[in-house]
């Protein structure tokens, strides 16, 4: 890039590069231009699905700011099935792409999560409902949020072990699902439908 000085030159400094001081962490946010390290953080999840007989491995891997923070970086999706090759390629480039462009990137979560498979989603072990292989995308990079602090969880110690002991209480009773977590876990609660998983209830 070329500079053009048209003041007068009134002196001038030669700098030491140890005089140079570092640009502190605490200042940097992640954007698209901030420079890609030669080492980062990841954590691979394995997604099993009763529609393939080969699993997905999503690959997440963080770039860490101010020192501990971690931020989702970029994302690759490996499987032998190639079926799927196009579009979960164009998916992960999209999902790093805003990644990336740094602010708040929680949006993705719900936005894959609410996306249905025209033929039909399919129960996962404990009679978790996905409605397509997307939304479990979506759900596992919740997961990853929250388990790097990204997605902060309140959880009330209090309601929590009400639902607990509820969920004993209907041990045998037929559940219903939960519209809102996905998982057969809604049934009557003092006249209330209430999911036992999320605390999701139909009278606020």
Not at 15 to 39: C, I, N, W
Not at 57 to 76: A, K, Q, S
Request: proline share 3%; with cysteine.
């Amino acid at each position: 890039m070329t500079y053009t000085i048209d003041k007068k030159i009134t002196g001038y400094k030669v700098v030491d590069k140890s005089e140079t001081p570092a640009v502190s962490a605490d200042v940097e946010k992640m954007h698209e231009l901030l420079p890609r390290p030669e080492y980062l953080q990841g954590t691979t999840y394995k997604i099993k699905t009763p529609q393939s007989e080969h699993a997905l491995y999503i690959t997440i891997n963080d770039m860490v700011l101010n020192g501990d923070e971690r931020h989702p970086y970029e994302m690759f999706i490996n499987s032998k099935n190639m079926e799927h090759f196009q579009w979960v390629l164009a998916l992960t480039r999209l999902v790093s792409a805003v990644w990336r462009k740094g602010g708040d990137s929680t949006f993705l979560v719900e936005e894959l999560k609410n996306v249905f498979d025209p033929k039909g989603g399919y129960y996962k072990k404990g009679g978790v409902y996905m409605p397509s292989l997307v939304a479990e995308i979506g759900t596992v990079i919740e997961q990853h949020l929250i388990a790097t602090g990204v997605i902060k969880v309140e959880v009330d110690e209090h309601q929590q072990a009400y639902l607990e002991a509820k969920k004993e209480e209907a041990k045998g009773v037929e559940m219903q699902l939960c519209t809102k977590c996905n998982v057969k876990a809604l049934i009557l609660m003092d006249g209330c439908m209430t999911c036992t998983n999320c605390g999701d209830s139909k009278c606020g």
